[in-house]
């Protein structure tokens, strides 16, 4: 059974820091593209960042030069670290995986909140 848990939200002032994270298990992690998904009140879900098995990454432009996502495949586990938060930031924030184009799951999200 795959499992994405996530953890590491909570409430902010603007400027600072989060760091979450998502542990993974029951898939070979180190195959797998991880990402963070993000989805704030009345809004469509959208990708914040994406990192391949090789350590590539790509970020959604909002977020470029603010957030990183390393992943260590030892610890099954991905992060997400969010520096120069904003209030538009808020949202929850969803772990995700996926395996080419067939296999995607989702882990069951985590409140962020940016408070100005």
């Known amino acids: 059974q795959v499992q994405l848990v996530e953890s590491g939200g909570g409430l902010v002032q603007a400027g600072g820091s989060l760091r979450l994270s998502c542990a993974a298990s029951?898939?070979?992690?180190?195959?797998?593209?991880m990402g963070w998904y993000r989805q704030a009140p009345g809004k469509q879900r959208e990708l914040v960042a994406e990192?391949?098995?090789?350590?590539?990454?790509n970020y959604a432009d909002s977020v470029k030069g603010r957030f990183t996502i390393p992943r260590d495949n030892a610890k099954s586990t991905v992060y997400l670290q969010m520096n120069s938060l904003k209030p538009e930031d808020s949202a929850v924030y969803y772990c995700h995986c996926r395996l080419g184009s067939t296999w995607a799951y989702w882990g069951q999200g985590t409140q962020v909140t940016v408070s100005s």
């Open positions: 990192i391949a098995r090789t350590g590539t990454a």
């Open positions: 029951g898939i070979m992690f180190g195959n797998y593209f």
